[in-house]
């Protein structure tokens, strides 16, 4: 793995310091050091039922992470690399398990644009992630308490093609390795194709296109004979504008999941009347509502169909923005790289985000209720859910920015054991300093046009 990624890092370096030299063009930069101290707390870390015996949560936990980090971007006419790496040092304590660890995690990405001919394009990316998260191992979906390590590196690219205003074509390869450092998960590879087509044909009229095909090769630990998973998806939409502030548009996908060694494979088809309304130049309205048919094909062929719908409003102003949305239709959740899991939702959803002093002051606020409803499990599973939370944040200056943030979720099911109740406090500084080539020319270029007003003044 490790090869791997040093090579395709090498690659994206060679190329994008080759093209800006080639063409003997000024590189400015921009340099952005910043640091990130946090605290977050916790009353239920493992989002475990709440033991009414005990009369309290016994996972309350705390954890502190301190977070270097520094952006380099490299820019010239035609070319741009931004290079960005983080490292986090968390510490950790959980009342239950009395336990106080410290744990390092690190994240780095490069991204490469270049302008190689009049009218194509290309984009390299990298990234890569070593951290831990909470695994999905059982088939309730219930979080499982142990903490996985893992290194995941995600790299590719895209070649674009512009043949005109709002006129693209572009082919993209992603190449992502996920890694577990216990040896006791199963690794995987996955090598997703895809290509995209968006075409102007006139003032009214425009349409896309996007295609993907997705491999996931796992790296068994348990059984090797189990097989890959294989995924198809193609999605088109037209759109007409009737007048600038009214357009309605035609949207239809189709989905084919393949698993060598799942039980089952899956076809799913879901069409939708879409449109929009500007309503005022701040205030925008959209709706969205079809169909979806699910085929699954086991040792019996079985069907399901189901609305798709979405009714949202949003509002953008300079110091007051947010948006309010009703929708429902399906969705899907690996419980296992062999089990696919499919469950119907709706959802009731808001945000506000509300600047008291420009910049300076900034108050915002999140909700929403949803209900999940998995019709595949042999006693049909039923997921009220519920989540509300807000912050504020404060920019003393330039350079420094202080946060706090309050997070409540909790969700009932008529399955037992799958409740529960979180509530998490976060508070968090964070300083930067941005140094920029850019910004002095183009300061310079100011002071020369007001030196050239007042001598002809």
């Known amino acids: 793995m490790i090869f791997n990624i040093a090579r395709f890092w090498a690659a994206v370096l060679l190329i994008s310091f080759f093209i800006p ?5 000024r590189i400015d930069y921009t340099v952005v050091p910043r640091l990130s101290i946090e605290g977050r707390y916790s009353d239920n870390y493992y989002n475990r039922e709440k033991d009414y015996n005990l009369g309290k949560f016994e996972d309350d936990a ?84 142990r903490r996985r390590e893992y290194i995941r590196n995600i790299g590719g690219g895209e070649l ?67 097989g890959d998973l294989y995924e198809d998806e193609v999605r088109g939409r037209f759109i007409h504008s009737f007048t600038p502030r009214v357009s309605f548009g035609l949207n239809y996908g189709y989905i084919e999941m ?52 979405r009714a949202g409003i949003r509002y953008t102003y300079p110091t007051l923005s947010g948006s309010a949305a009703y929708e429902g239709g399906y969705g899907s959740n690996h419980i296992n790289p062999e089990r696919l899991q499919y469950y119907d939702y709706w959802r009731l959803s808001g945000d506000m985000t509300y600047h008291l002093i420009r ?51 909790e969700r009932d099911s008529n399955i037992p054991g799958l409740h529960y109740a979180e509530n998490s406090y976060l508070a968090r500084v964070t300083i930067s300093y941005k140094y920029s080539t850019i910004g002095k020319e183009r300061e310079q270029k100011e002071r020369i046009k007001e030196g050239t007003k007042k001598e002809e003044e």
């Open 21 to 25: 030299a080639a063409a003997d063009a």
């Open 62 to 145: 705390v954890l502190m992470t301190v977070s270097p980090g520094i952006l380099l971007s490299l820019i010239t006419r035609n070319t741009t690399l931004d290079l960005d790496y983080n490292l986090n040092s968390r510490g950790y304590f959980i009342e239950r398990e009395d336990d106080r660890f410290e744990y390092y995690n690190q994240r780095g990405s490069g991204i490469f644009r270049a302008n190689i001919l009049r009218d194509f394009s290309i984009l390299l990316r990298d990234e890569i992630i070593k951290d831990e998260e909470m695994i999905l191992l059982d088939e309730t979906l219930t979080r499982e308490e």
């Open 160 to 226: 674009l093609y512009r043949y005109g205003e709002e006129r693209e074509f572009a082919v993209g390869y992603l190449f992502t390795i996920m890694e577990y450092l216990d040896n006791i998960l199963d690794n995987s590879e996955k090598h997703d194709f895809n290509s995209r087509v968006m075409h102007r044909f006139n003032v009214m009229n425009i349409g896309h296109i996007t295609y993907r095909h997705s491999i996931v090769d796992y790296k068994r630990v348990g059984d090797p004979i189990i």
């Open 258 to 309: 393949h698993s060598d060694g799942a039980t089952s494979d899956n076809n799913i088809h879901d069409a939708a009347l879409e449109a929009v309304y500007n309503i005022t130049r701040y205030l925008t309205a959209e709706g969205r509502f079809g169909m979806f048919l699910r085929e699954q094909y086991e040792r019996e062929y079985r069907q399901e169909d189901g609305l798709i719908y």
């Open 359 to 409: 910049d300076l002051l900034m108050l915002s606020g999140h909700g929403y209720y949803m209900v999940n409803i998995y019709p595949d499990l042999l006693e049909t599973r039923r997921d009220y859910i519920w989540n509300a939370g807000g912050g504020i944040s404060y920019r003393a200056a330039e350079w420094f920015l202080f946060s706090l943030e309050y997070n409540h979720t």
